[in-house]
């Protein structure tokens, strides 16, 4: 009898306590990530967030206070919520093309489309100069004498911006897209649904979780383009200096209290939508 | 006829899908297309909702041509095997899409709503979303779903494959009393004969791409046209040089004339049934002959694993060489 009490109940219980427990390795491993994230991001992200309000809200209140800066973001926010509006009517015309159709060149039209993440911005920057400059580029001299200036003026940013951020609503959109599959659709069609209502009435509420993140991710990273931007837009003070800009200017003009006031501005925007990314994807994931 | 099918030829890429069908579907009656996956079945169905496209041939709906009408001005209702859901939509909502697209007066479409849910014994679940019904519930969703737009023709493709067999029983009975309710021409996809022979009341035999024999569940048991249909529809089984259903054969345990004789060398039991497997002694016929028997049959036999039995035909059983 005491042999059977001392013995082990289950079999099976061992077994369970050695994938549950964690070894010295699991925590080391831990440590070194939680490190990584704090030297790398957390850390100096948070710095600038001190260095803003290191004087209380003073460099907040004279980053209001002056008209240029004021005229920086709201540049930004419009280049910004116009890029991705652009980007997300085409994102999602073409990720219908991609998911929905078959085409010769598919594979190289999908591969073009992850360019822009790859390229430096800076280089973008230079070719659209090259196309779309008044003096000497491809379309440049023939829309300015339409009248339509596009380097050096808000247009080119908004072009800058919206070819960096291209790929972000398209690489959303289409893993749903192609989840969802067609059996939705052709219901919806053999239920008499034209192609219009068809796309309004199902395909666009099956992929609109997918849409806002793409929308979101695009917005954060319209408004903190640089490279791209500081190339067309001439980076004309009180014109087509954008937030982003108007950091740099501040921070080489030793006007270090400024810079991080915008940066700390363009920051939290940031942070602000990857929260909501983050809730609505859990939310998505509830469903 | 309400479904006038001629030529109808479908390929993929190398693949014969469909080649040459002619049918015709009678109104008002409970259809099945029976065959193996891969036969061209649920090509056939798509092709008379429009969802696919046949290469050649023409698809009459009701004395319309509709070879190339889209699904959505063909009047028919679609089910799909796997349920194909407003995942986004109420129950209520889901059924009501048709009318809401033809842009039915409200009161209309809450009344048409409310009396096919009750038809499909939905009723309670009407606010529901579709991920929170089962299998079965959903099923019923769409062919009220599909009901409700009042089609000239049902089609539903292996309606109740992604059920489970009990749920998928349940379904084919409820089937057949909506559809003596409802009276509307309806095809079915099946690949399961029992479906299609307790179901229906006439079968289309499809393989291959090429129509088998078309009949009602009696004649394609009874006459099957040649030995693939013989064999889809039933078990079967070799006796001497002939292929015969093996509920078909008589078991003698004494000698007698124009019989097979063999030895017992396997006895199953399940449940009511008991299944024989007979050697037959005769080196020409190698391959060994099931036998099915009822539990009182077997034992009145006498006989047992390693008796020595003979085997007939029994008077106008169906083989064929």
Known sequence: MIDTIVAPPEPSAPTRQRRARKGPVTYLVRLLVVA???????WPVSLVVTHTFENGLDALRTLFEDPDIVHAMRLTVVAAVVATVINTVFGVSVSLLLVR??????????ALLDLPL???????????????????GWFGPTLESWGLQIIFSTPGIILATAFVALPLVIREVVPVLGEVGIEQEQAAQSLGANGWQTFWRITLPGIRWAIVYGVVLTLARSLGEFGAVKVVSGNILGETRTATLAVEESYLNFNQEGAYAIAFLLASVSVACIIVVSILRARAAGH | MSIEIQGVGKRFGDFVALENIDLSIPTGQLTALLGPSGGGKSTLLRIIAGLENADEGTVEIEGVNATQLPPQKRNVGFVFQHYAAFKHMTVAKNVAFGLEIRKR????????????LELVHL?????????????????????????AIEPSVLLLDE?????????????????????????VTTVFVTHDQEEALEVSDSIVVINEGRIEQIGSPDDLYDRPANEFVL??????????DRSIRPHDIAVSPIEISSAVEGRITRWTRVGFEVRLEVTPTDPRFEDRVLVSLTRAEASGLGVGEGSLVWLRPMDGALTLV
Not at chain 1, 118 to 136: C, D, H, M, N, T
Not at chain 2, 162 to 180: P, S, T
Not at chain 2, 231 to 240: E, Y
């Open chain 1, 36 to 42: 990584y994230l704090f030297l790398l991001v957390a």
């Open chain 1, 101 to 110: 159709t078959e085409f010769p060149g598919k594979r190289v039209l999908s």
């Open chain 1, 118 to 136: 790859a390229i430096s911005p800076i280089v973008v920057g230079l070719a659209l100069v090259l196309v779309y400059g008044g003096r000497g």
């Open chain 2, 105 to 116: 007066p409200k009161h209309e479409i809450k009344a048409k709503v409310a009396e096919l």
């Open chain 2, 123 to 147: 009723s309670q679940f009407a606010d529901r979303l579709p991920s929170q019904l089962s299998g079965g519930q959903r099923q019923r969703m769409a062919l009220a779903r599909a009901l």
């Open chain 2, 159 to 183: 309606p109740f494959g992604a059920l489970d067999a009990k749920v998928r029983k349940e379904l084919r009975d409820w089937l057949r009393r909506l559809h003596d309710e409802v009276h």
């Open chain 2, 231 to 240: 064999s889809f529809l039933g078990p079967v089984t070799q006796l001497g």
